[in-house]
């Protein structure tokens, strides 16, 4: 009977970003996926890059800004190993906001109207005040087929289409997980399910979905920055690709896209960059995001000695994807986090 170190439930970019992180630390890994890997929220996503103060928690903020700092080399690496180019941009963001959002404590560069027209020469005047904010953005799809392929590099086993029902254990621990196909056994299991992580064992774990849609076009002016104002941000990718998103809606499961939605973010987007009226649409989504109580993920140990969770990370899961698969597996192989992960832990939400 084959076994592991480790058994990872979800192979979004969490889940396939620690299988890496724990095979550099000489771990035996599985990766158990329901459907694809890479393909529910990891899939859906923007890809911006952002630890601004002004959205992100406090208590996130160490976390956001020391994964932000990690993001060139974790890319680097992931590229080198996989030949997949991720399109990561480092030229910036403009953030629209009004003056009143704008005097809450933002460390950013305010951009003048002269200057914001040369930056974005197809933007309208946004009547806001205008910021600029160093930070990356990437391609999470590339991002995600470049850690799959990573992983796989690294002799990561995959299971694919396979559901956990549960997490097998003895004399109170862990030892594996059982799946609609078969038993897998490890000593240790590490949740990634994303929004579905609450739905496996018997610890609970209060995730949910929380729906995004988005559209993409392509056609429109070129754009340089990621554009950010209050009803609407854009993205753009380096082959000329345009991302505009997104809704925060609590549907459940329901992955289905509204045509007045995707409709009205569209006309969002032509109202800050009008040239963007006669861009083709090419595609439009939604993802499920893994959202909790209180927007912040869950990250440590569990009350079960060998059941770690890694989810509930909600908008930042890309961002986060670095920081999460270095302090985890620091966790996993019995070491101390470099960070405090206190505010993470499973156990702020009882039993």
């Known amino acids: 009977m084959k076994t592991w170190d480790v058994i990872i439930i979800g192979g979004g970019i969490i889940g396939l970003s620690l299988s890496i992180a724990l095979r550099k630390r000489g771990a035996k890994v599985l990766v158990v996926e329901r459907g694809e890997p890479g393909r529910e929220a990891s899939h859906a996503a923007a890809g911006m890059l952002s630890d601004c103060a002004l959205e992100t928690p406090l208590a996130l903020q160490p976390l956001a800004r020391a994964s932000a700092r990690m993001y060139p080399e974790f890319v680097h690496q992931l590229q080198d190993e996989s030949g997949v180019n991720v399109d990561l941009r480092d030229q910036g963001t403009l953030l ?203 990250l440590g140990g569990t009350n079960t000695p060998g059941y770690f969770v890694a989810a509930g990370h909600f908008r930042d899961g890309i961002l986060l994807a670095p920081i999460t698969a270095r302090v985890m597996a620091q966790i996993v192989t019995g070491g101390k986090p470099e960070l405090d992960l206190t505010p993470f832990s499973a156990k702020r939400f009882g039993n």
């Not at 862990?174 to 078969?182: A, L, N, P, Q, Y």
């Not at 941000?233 to 809606?249: D, H």
């Open 96 to 298: 629209f906001l009004s003056a009143e959002h704008a005097g809450r404590g933002l460390e950013a560069e305010e951009i003048s109207a002269g200057r914001l027209a040369k930056l974005e020469p197809a933007l309208a005047d946004p009547k806001q005040l205008a910021f600029f904010l160093k930070e990356r953005s990437i391609d999470p799809r590339a991002l995600t087929t470049a850690a799959l392929k990573a992983a796989k590099h690294r002799d990561v086993d995959i299971s694919s289409g396979t559901s956990v029902i549960g997490v097998l254990l003895s004399d109170d621990r862990v030892v594996g997980v059982d799946t609609d196909k078969s038993s897998y056994h490890a000593p240790v299991v590490v949740n990634c399910a994303g929004a579905w992580a609450g739905q496996i064992s018997e610890y609970h774990l209060p995730t949910r979905p929380v729906k995004g849609q988005m559209l993409c076009v392509v056609g429109g002016p070129a754009l340089t920055h990621v554009l950010r104002a209050p009803d609407v941000y854009l993205v753009p990718r380096s082959e000329g690709r345009v991302l505009i998103g997104a809704t925060v809606e609590e549907a459940g499961y329901d992955k289905r896209t509204d045509a007045d939605t995707i409709q009205r973010m569209h006309r969002a987007a032509v109202a800050l960059v009008p040239g963007l009226e006669r861009a083709r649409v090419l595609e439009s989504w939604a993802g499920l995001r893994p959202g909790t109580p209180d927007d912040l993920p869950i």
